[in-house]
């Protein structure tokens, strides 16, 4: 793999909140890259870091030591519209419809109206909320919450998916269909996706395998990854 084909580069990465004896080291000493067109499952106990990474991997965190790099994404102001994060919480806007949430990244991005609102209706369809477009979010179960925030991460056609614990809400047969979904959209727009999971059924469908445990990430084989 060449630079190139690196689209978020970590470097001796550690994440720690707090000071003192209360310090919690989140993600520690971690050193990974994320391969464009990657199929990455971060697997590991509630605690266990892999918010952090993610939230890392997006730029959402600062590491407290080492460095996070986007080598084969736009620059800083750019970016935010190259990465998609599915966070496990919905967080919709409330006064916002389930169609204008969908829609909310590209209307920041400056995407045209049509374009946006048609986006918009392919990603809904996708996840299976067509019905639900003029609802509020107050109107939706938890799980169908969370299938609109995969929506408006779908609408938003990234280059890098970053979806945490994206089924935690969901049953089992609406959960495999959300993953298959994020697959199928992923490969269609040429996206890298990483999902972070406790479920063995969600991390079988992806290529690649990490294991985190007390904020330190681990190979298939056990293995630390440190470079």
Not at 104 to 115: I, K, R, S, T
Request: with cysteine.
């Amino acid at each position: 793999m060449t630079i190139e084909d690196a689209l978020v580069i970590c470097d001796g990465v550690s994440r720690v909140f707090g000071t003192g004896p209360g310090a919690v080291v989140a993600v520690h000493g971690t050193s990974c890259v994320i391969a464009a067109q990657a199929r990455v499952a971060v697997i590991g106990p509630s605690g266990s870091g892999k918010s952090t990474l993610l939230h890392l991997l997006a730029g959402l965190e600062q590491p407290t030591v080492g460095l996070v790099s986007w080598p084969g994404l736009a620059p800083a102001l750019e970016r935010a519209f190259q990465i998609g994060v599915v966070f496990q919480s919905p967080s919709l806007v409330p006064a916002l419809t389930v169609e204008e949430n969908t829609a909310l990244p590209l209307v920041l991005a400056g995407v045209p109206d049509g374009e946006s609102r048609t986006r918009a209706a392919e990603a809904l369809a996708a996840v299976g909320l067509d019905g639900l477009a003029g609802k509020l979010p107050e109107d939706l179960s938890g799980g169908q919450g969370q299938r609109v925030a995969v929506a408006r991460v779908l609408a938003q056609r990234p280059r890098l998916v970053l979806a945490d614990e994206p089924t935690g809400q969901l049953d089992r047969a609406t959960g495999q269909h959300l993953i298959e979904v994020l697959l199928a959209t992923a490969t269609r727009i040429g996206a890298a996706l990483v999902v972070s999971t406790h479920d063995s059924a969600v991390a079988d469908r992806l290529d690649t395998h990490w294991y985190m445990y007390e904020g330190r990430l681990y190979t298939s084989t056990g293995e630390r990854i440190l470079s």
